[in-house]
T-cell receptor
Framework: EDQVTQSPEALRLQEGESSSLNCSYT??????LFWYRQDPGKGPEFLFT???AGEEKEKERLKATLTKKESFLHITAPKPEDSATYLC??????????????FGQGTTLQVKP | GAVVSQHPSWVICKSGTSVKIECRSL??????MFWYRQFPKQSLMLMAT?????????EQGVEKDKFLINHASLTLSTLTVTSAHPEDSSFYIC??????????FGPGTRLTVT
């Protein structure tokens, strides 16, 4: 069964304290892995798509990496405005026609000033 | 990035009435649109997938007669909650995708049934 597990469930950081969020996945043929940011009461905001092991993408203080079993979202010197829930999702090769995503439960990040 | 809108952003209705939520892709043609439901402190739960001009594909456990989905064009999909009851109160989010790639999400609709 295709599955996505994110850890930790919640993370509290001081401003400037770098850390990483983990997304472990089991899927029958990975077509793509996606990271989203969701603020309370809003829809998820697209951050990154990773397609193959070894791929890395960066955006401001965020960097996403991918291996054959997991993905990391590295946050460098976070600021309070980075506080949000970060969602990881995978798309299986068999679902490529529909584009269906399998979501993890998310990691809620709180950055204190 | 691609922009997806939803209307209304929040709605309150009485038990037994129907509510329609619109989802529009504003700057691209969406081959597929998705409807999700999200409970507090939980992740997104996919309700159905719809392709333009085709019947929606519902996830197991989702009542297709209660949650009517119409994907009338490449930029518009609607979700109608029929005969709404308090247990249908939730945060409904749509997303749009082109050619099966990344999904872009709308801002969500908060439905409260009294």
């Amino acid at each position: 069964e295709d599955q996505v597990t994110q850890s930790p469930e919640a993370l509290r950081l001081q401003e400037g304290e770098s850390s990483s969020l983990n997304c472990s996945y089991t899927v029958s043929g990975l077509r793509g892995l996606f990271w989203y940011r969701q603020d309370p009461g809003k829809g998820p905001e697209f951050l990154f798509t990773l397609y193959s092991a070894g791929e890395e993408k960066e955006k401001e203080r965020l960097k996403a990496t991918l291996t054959k079993k997991e993905s990391f979202l590295h946050i460098t010197a976070p600021k309070p405005e980075d506080s949000a829930t970060y969602l990881c999702a995978v798309q299986a090769a068999l679902s490529s026609n529909t584009g269906k995503l399998i979501f993890g439960q998310g990691t809620t990040l709180q950055v204190k000033p | 990035g691609a922009v997806v809108s939803q209307h209304p952003s929040w709605v309150i209705c009485k038990s037994g009435t129907s509510v329609k939520i619109e989802c529009r892709s504003l700057d691209f043609q969406a081959t597929t649109m998705f409807w999700y439901r999200q409970f507090p402190k939980q992740s997104l739960m996919l309700m159905a997938t719809s392709n333009e001009g085709s019947k929606a594909t519902y996830e197991q456990g989702v009542e297709k007669d209660k949650f009517l989905i119409n994907h009338a064009s490449l930029t518009l999909s609607t979700l109608t909650v029929t005969s709404a009851h308090p247990e249908d109160s939730s945060f409904y989010i749509c997303s749009a995708s082109r050619r099966g790639y990344e999904q872009y999400f709308g801002p969500g609709t908060r439905l409260t049934v009294t």
